[in-house]
């Protein structure tokens, strides 16, 4: 079953500013987290992955945190922008084995809204 | 240009008539997916296909068939749709199995009268 979740269903920011997005999981088996953002009427489309042997990884305006310890998975946004309103999904992958390869399970998501 | 396309991508039909929703993908990707979206349930993964000839059940796969003759094809099948197969549908795509990224269509919003 789905073992992802995410702390707030919402999160309102003032452009400019920097947004965190958070997520808890469940399961110590995850290989890998992933995030996907999804504007209105599109798809998921991926953004950022991390390996559970990381604690931490940087693109372009985002980073995505690991606490292993407390299962706790972070994506924040540098200098949010309209943009990036969307909804924003965390996903792990449980490892290339049995019945999870090959699947992702995923969170239900938060909307971020961005105000100019 | 690298995609997944999904036909239709609307679709309002009644109860008990058979649909097909069909899923292409030009990147030649060996793993296909189906997710459905529903308010406050995120993506449910209702089939997948490691590759040709091989596809298994995800999470909510009761009402559901798909197939896998091509590569590149990956068809959602509903019988006998119901009311509560009333959805957003996603179909997806990554280079394999081991892929953690994978790439999605536009999505078909399905209503069932």
């Known amino acids: 079953g789905e073992s992802v979740g995410l702390h707030l269903p919402t999160l309102s920011v003032q452009e400019g500013d920097n947004s965190i997005i958070n997520c808890a999981y469940s399961n110590s088996a995850s290989d890998y987290f992933i995030w996907y953002k999804q504007e209105s009427g599109k798809g998921p489309q991926f953004i950022i992955d991390?390996?559970?042997?990381?604690d931490k990884r940087q693109g372009q305006r985002v980073t995505v945190l690991l606490n292993k310890t407390v299962k706790h998975l972070s994506l924040q946004i540098a200098a949010t922008q309209p943009g990036d309103s969307a909804v924003y999904f965390c996903a792990e992958k449980m490892g290339d084995r049995g019945s999870t390869l090959g699947r992702l399970y995923f969170g239900r998501g938060t909307q971020l809204t961005v105000w100019p | 240009e690298a995609q997944v396309t999904q036909n239709p991508r609307y679709l309002i039909t009644v109860t008990g008539k058979k649909l097909t929703v069909t899923c292409s993908q030009n990147?030649?990707?060996?793993?296909m997916s189906w997710y459905r979206q529903d308010p406050g349930l995120g993506l449910r993964q209702i089939y997948y296909?490691?590759?040709?000839?091989?596809?298994d059940k995800g999470d909510v796969p009761e009402g559901y068939k798909v197939s896998r003759k091509e590569k590149r094809n990956f068809p959602l099948i509903l019988e006998s749709p119901s009311p509560n197969q009333t959805s957003l549908y996603f179909c997806?795509?990554?280079?394999?199995?081991?892929?953690?990224?994978?790439?999605f269509g536009p999505g078909t919003r399905l209503t069932v009268t």
């Open positions: 990147m030649n990707h060996e793993y």
């Open positions: 991390i390996r559970s042997n990381m």
């Open positions: 997806a795509s990554s280079l394999s199995a081991f892929s953690y990224e994978q790439y």
């Open positions: 296909s490691m590759n040709v000839e091989v596809t």
